[in-house]
């Protein structure tokens, strides 16, 4: 029976290996294909903000899109060499001959790149039809700056931007025409929205929206549930505990109750972590905490105290 269980055992061990090495080994994507879906091949269009669209191939962590001006065997300029996370990106262009095409990567392999499509930008004054890129911050960005600089891609033939911040009360807290394709300005803590628009002697794009958090305000530090004060465990345990609006914590074990020395110390985005000393006696340990925006709290009070026995 004992060698039956040993047999046992030693499958289950082999058969966790392989199917953890299955889990880690990297899809070779080299004989995959990316289709191109849109701008169809030789596409005219007014429209300067163009969506590249692919499909998504198994196994790929990225794709790279290139577009030249006006092509790849006569190309004079390079206006794109991206790594993109999706299979979607939008780029703003202007008039004139593009050609384009994606290839798909991973950490060890990559397809050949696709087709070559050929785009083509007319000019035109009307911004109506229209739309300009924000480029920052990204879209429901929290942070605890007041001082922002708000950046967008230019729009061919436009001489103008209209800039504006609406407070969550649907307020307009600025309304600026700029001439340059950012703005800096310093708000306070709440929640905005932060639109831009293209504009000329004869039209007005449409505005393109982002949200923006400020948030400068201190997170209450996590507290400390497990092991409970002047608890007595065993190494290795794992000490948990319970957060507020903290969405990182770091942890501080010590050997005494001046801190003297860090026993361990770690930093992470669960409510736990595993504590491991072959050293017998008394911990203390406490936590600070860090929310969405980065702002750092005080140490969690009271000092928590266990005993490894």
């Not at 289709?35 to 794709?63: C, H, I, M, R």
């Not at 307009?172 to 639109?195: E, F, H, N, P, R």
């Not at 936590?287 to 928590?304: E, I, M, R």
Request: hydrophobic content about 40%.
């Amino acid at each position: 029976m004992k060698i039956k269980n040993r047999i046992l055992a030693a499958l289950l061990i082999i058969l966790g290996y392989f199917s953890c090495t299955k889990d880690i080994v990297e899809t070779n994507i080299s004989g995959s294909a990316v289709t191109l879906l849109s701008p169809q091949n030789n596409d005219t269009s007014v429209v300067l903000t163009q969506l590249f669209w692919w499909n998504e191939v198994k196994g790929a962590l990225k794709y790279n899109l290139q577009i030249v001006k006006p092509s790849f065997t006569n190309a004079n300029q390079l206006v794109l060499d991206s790594n993109v996370a999706g299979t979607k990106f939008s780029v703003t262009l202007t008039p004139g001959i593009y050609q384009w095409r994606v290839k798909a990567k991973n950490a060890s392999s990559e397809t050949p790149y696709s087709e070559i499509r050929t785009l083509k930008i007319d000019s035109t004054t009307n911004l109506s039809a229209q739309a300009v890129v924000l480029v920052s911050p990204a879209n429901g960005d929290i942070s605890n700056r007041h001082k922002q600089t708000f950046v967008w891609n230019p729009l061919y033939n436009a001489t103008e931007y209209r800039f504006q911040v609406i407070d969550q009360s649907s307020s307009t807290l600025i309304d600026a025409i700029i001439t340059k394709d950012s703005a800096t300005y310093t708000l306070v803590d709440g929640q905005y929205t932060w639109q831009v628009r293209a504009q000329n002697a004869s039209s007005n794009s449409t505005y393109s929206s982002r949200t923006l958090t400020i948030d400068s305000v201190a997170p209450a530090p996590s507290v400390p549930l497990l092991p409970a004060n002047k608890d007595t465990i065993t190494s290795p345990d794992t000490l948990t505990w319970t957060r507020t609006t903290a969405v990182y914590d770091s942890l501080f074990i010590y050997p005494d109750s001046l801190f003297s020395s860090v026993s361990f110390k770690a930093g992470t985005a669960s409510t736990s972590a595993v504590f491991t000393t072959s050293v017998k006696g008394d911990y203390f340990w406490r936590l600070k905490s860090k929310d969405a925006a980065g702002n750092w709290s005080g140490y969690s009070t009271p000092l928590y105290k266990f005993w490894i026995k």
